[in-house]
């Protein structure tokens, strides 16, 4: 079986491939984020990302 290479750098990062699911409920857990990685995407973009966890309410 034939395969190229399709790896990227943006930022100084390399990606596998160009391909990274968006923002999106996928991102909202560990176990999403490896079977997405596993199935071959090559990252996924996160809506926020920090050390402490921050209860959001909506008025």
Do not use: H, R
Not at 2 to 23: A, E, I, M, Q, Y
Not at 30 to 53: P, Q, R, S
């Amino acid at each position: 079986m034939l395969t190229k290479d399709l790896s990227v750098t943006f930022c100084g990062v390399k990606f596998p491939n160009p391909f990274c699911l968006s923002s999106s409920p996928v991102g909202n857990c560990y176990e999403m984020c490896a079977k997405a990685y596993d199935t071959g995407w090559g990252g996924i973009v996160f809506k926020t990302i920090g050390l402490v966890t921050k209860k959001i309410t909506v008025a």
